[in-house]
């Protein structure tokens, strides 16, 4: 009877582990690499697993482009400041970000600047080697 609750038990603590081994790699991100840019907020999306920002940038000929940044999820950006509405479709803000390795439009955010000045940090979850931030998943 006592080995049938340990596999009751050991089932359990696998099939909870489960949704841990299905995340995905950051690998598609060039984490050595930082770029800015700016732009108007095309949109925003709260959602979990991870949030979007769509941006549009204008290239060096004044032609439009839209780019998507990945970001954490609402749960770890809340903790470091952000809100479902602290970026609206319409702002001018700036972007800092690692950029998607195979250089499509997109990467993954760092922070991102208001036009009041506030920055909102990524709410990563390790320190951030390149700007040493100190902001942990707990």
Same mark, same amino acid.
Request: hydrophobic fraction near 40%; glycine fraction near 10%; charged fraction near 20%.
């Given at each position: 009877?006592?080995?049938?609750?340990?596999?009751?038990?050991?089932?359990?603590?696998?099939?909870?582990?489960?949704?841990?081994?299905?995340?995905?790699?950051? !690998?598609?991100?060039?984490?050595?690499? &930082?770029?800015?840019?700016? =732009? /108007?907020?095309? $949109?925003?999306?709260?959602?979990?697993?991870?949030?979007?920002?769509?941006?549009?940038?204008?290239?060096?000929?004044?032609?439009?482009?839209?780019?998507?940044?990945?970001?954490?999820?609402?749960?770890?950006?809340?903790?470091?400041?952000?809100?479902?509405?602290?970026?609206?479709?319409?702002?001018?803000?700036? !972007?800092?970000?690692?950029?998607?390795? &195979?250089?499509?439009?997109? =990467? /993954?955010?760092? $922070?991102?600047?208001?036009?009041?000045?506030?920055?909102?940090?990524?709410?990563?979850?390790?320190?951030?080697?390149?700007?040493?931030?100190?902001?942990?998943?707990?």
């Amino acid at each position: 009877m006592k080995s049938k609750y340990i596999a009751i038990a050991v089932g359990f603590a696998l099939f909870a582990a489960f949704p841990a081994g299905a995340h995905h790699s950051q !690998v598609m991100y060039d984490g050595n690499t &930082d770029i800015e840019m700016s =732009g /108007t907020v095309k $949109e925003f999306s709260w959602t979990n697993p991870h949030t979007w920002l769509y941006l549009t940038v204008m290239d060096e000929n004044g032609n439009p482009s839209e780019w998507a940044f990945e970001s954490n999820s609402t749960g770890q950006l809340t903790r470091v400041g952000w809100s479902a509405d602290a970026i609206k479709a319409g702002d001018e803000i700036s !972007v800092v970000m690692h950029p998607l390795r &195979d250089g499509t439009r997109g =990467g /993954t955010i760092v $922070e991102v600047h208001l036009a009041d000045g506030t920055v909102l940090p990524s709410g990563g979850m390790r320190p951030d080697p390149i700007r040493g931030s100190e902001v942990l998943d707990p």
